[in-house]
């Protein structure tokens, strides 16, 4: 019986929960004090141009065609805002799993209504790390990518949670309405 090497993982190269939000905290100070509104906007930015067809989310931004034209709308600009005020919660809270969820899950149930998919949060993930890891260059590294991936997995899960709990929510009332019209008292 043998091993494929390159199969084998190095058990001190994984992080452990503690240790990815320590990193998580420290990557975030740094981008709070260099970067915070211009990671906002190059995240918008980033994933209209990585997924094009997640743009019709955002009706402000279906007719925005270049980055200047992302970067200058002020629609454009309060999500990003809003979007940097809501991982700011997140990590400020990043060892409080359950109001971690708790607000995670509420902002999926949200995002239902706009017709957001579970799926689509997986391009956000990648999006965002992308613009952390050109803003933070060799601030970057191979373990606070890990860091990183492991803490937008957390919302990534959360966040469609909460969408499909919504989604459920909604496909009870749907039944109820639907019974309530069929056989009225």
């Known amino acids: 019986m043998g091993c494929n090497s390159s199969r084998m993982i190095n058990a001190s190269s994984l992080l452990t929960a503690e240790q990815s939000h320590c990193l998580v905290r420290d990557t975030w100070a740094d981008v709070c004090n260099k970067y915070y509104e211009e990671v906002g906007i190059s995240f918008m930015v980033q994933i209209f141009h990585d997924y094009p067809q997640l743009r019709k989310l955002w009706i402000f931004a279906i007719n925005l065609e270049t980055e200047q034209e992302v970067r200058n709308n002020a629609q454009v600009r309060y999500h990003a805002a809003k979007i940097m005020y ?4 997140i990590i400020n809270n990043i060892d409080d799993y359950d109001k971690r969820r708790r607000i995670l899950e509420g902002l999926g149930q949200i995002h239902f209504t706009y017709d ?3 799926a689509y949060f997986e391009g956000a993930k ?7 890891s050109s803003m933070l260059g060799k601030n970057f590294t191979h373990r606070h990518k890990q860091a990183w991936t492991y803490f937008f997995q957390q919302i990534v899960v959360d966040l469609g949670r909460g969408v499909e709990q919504q989604a459920i929510l909604a496909g009870s009332l749907k039944k109820e309405i639907k019974t309530i019209t069929e056989h009225p008292i």
């Open 126 to 132: 990648s999006s965002m790390e992308r613009v952390l």
């Open 86 to 89: 809501t991982l700011n919660e």
């Open 116 to 118: 957001v998919q579970p």
